[in-house]
């Protein structure tokens, strides 16, 4: 994860948050995730102007993408949609399967 702060002599600031931009997908459905991103809506929320530097793929999913991100309040200005790029899927565990796999590692040690 990459942040750039521009602090001016007027205090204003402006934060660059670039990296991915993907769906986390869960046994329940997929949320929107990338740390980049999640720390650009946090930054967004606290009043602070970040953007979002990133890339999509130009598909379903890239322009659902597109929208839950604007639904943040983050804008989409530097974000491109590239064609050639595959969506950004991430399939994570259930929380049940990491919480066996951390007991079966305490377990272990």
């Known amino acids: ?7 001016k002599p007027t205090n204003d600031i402006r ?7 993907l769906w986390d997908c869960f046994d329940t459905g997929k949320r929107l995730g ?8 946090r930054i967004n929320s ?4 970040a ?3 990133s890339a999509v ?3 379903v999913l890239g322009n659902e993408l597109l929208g839950e991100i ?4 983050v804008s989409c200005d530097y974000i491109a949609v590239n064609d050639n790029k595959k969506p950004a899927l991430s399939k994570s565990r259930s929380i049940a399967v990491v ?10 040690l």
């Open 15 to 21: 934060v660059s948050c670039f990296g991915e931009v």
């Open 51 to 53: 953007d979002m530097i």
């Open 99 to 108: 919480q066996q796999v951390i007991t079966l590692l305490l377990m272990l």
């Open 1 to 7: 994860m990459s942040i750039l702060i521009n602090h």
């Open 46 to 49: 606290l009043g602070i102007k």
């Open 34 to 41: 990338g740390a980049p991103l999640n720390m650009c809506v």
């Open 57 to 59: 793929g130009n598909d």
């Open 70 to 73: 604007k639904d943040k309040n």
